[in-house]
């Protein structure tokens, strides 16, 4: 199965400074897409930004962007102007094209730093 | 649409006694997983199903659980006996059949064995 690596169990920010959250993954599929959720306090699990293998430019939300390296198996999530609200956890996720499961990394934890 | 709704949010159960887990699915999804959330471990996929059809269990940590889905409206996670080692928080998610959509979690269910 494939696996889905986050090396920083925890990153801290200051408010309104940028940060990267790194996340690696192995795979011999060619046809996957990759998802970084957002988890606060609350529990709840929310989608932040998608990214399909098979597409070269860099998904962007709005703060948010990912830095996918294909070749490397990397896809790692930038925050901009960070802002006390993105305190988190954070996950990245694996979706295979082929048999549709979706694997998660242990996640990061973030602060922000007021 | 409510959205994925899990019961019970919180379980605190003893040692040795059978815990239930239930879930409902948003409608028209099918695919539903269900995930285990420790610090230790972050989400662990620990089975998903395919319109109703268990695609792989191989992430289920023990014969003590068993998951079903007998229609495409609910599911259970069942464990069977519980352990204190089982403690965590048990999450379902579903989604369409389409590998790049995302997969939409319950509030979870804390469970608690002592």
């Known amino acids: 199965a494939q696996t889905v690596t986050q090396s920083q169990p925890e990153m801290s920010v200051q408010e309104a400074e940028t940060v990267t959250l790194s996340c690696t993954y192995d795979t011999s599929e060619s046809d996957y897409y990759l998802f970084w959720y957002k988890q606060p306090p609350s529990r709840q699990m929310i989608l932040v930004i998608r990214q399909e293998a098979y597409k070269q430019q860099n998904a962007t939300e709005n703060r948010f962007s990912v830095n996918f390296q294909k070749a490397a198996k990397s896809f790692s999530l930038k925050i901009s102007d960070s802002q006390l609200g993105d305190a988190a956890m954070y996950f990245c996720?694996?979706?295979?094209?082929?048999?549709?499961?979706?694997?998660f990394g242990a996640g990061t934890r973030l602060t922000v730093k007021p | 649409d409510a959205g994925v709704i899990q019961s019970p949010r919180h379980e605190v159960t003893e040692m040795g006694q059978e815990v239930t887990l239930r879930c409902k699915p948003i409608?028209?999804?099918?695919?539903l997983f269900w995930y285990r959330q420790t610090m230790m471990r972050g989400l662990e996929l620990l089975i998903y199903?395919?319109?109703?059809?268990?695609?792989?269990d191989s992430g289920m940590p023990e014969d003590r659980f068993s998951a079903k889905m007998p229609n495409a409206s609910f599911s259970t996670l069942k464990i069977q006996p519980s352990e204190p080692r089982d403690s965590a928080v048990y999450f379902c998610a579903s989604s369409l059949g389409l590998a790049n959509t995302e997969a939409f979690f319950g509030q979870g269910t804390r469970l608690t064995v002592v």
């Open positions: 409608s028209g999804h099918n695919s």
């Open positions: 996720a694996y979706r295979s094209g082929n048999n549709n499961d979706m694997r």
């Open positions: 199903f395919n319109n109703n059809v268990p695609i792989d």
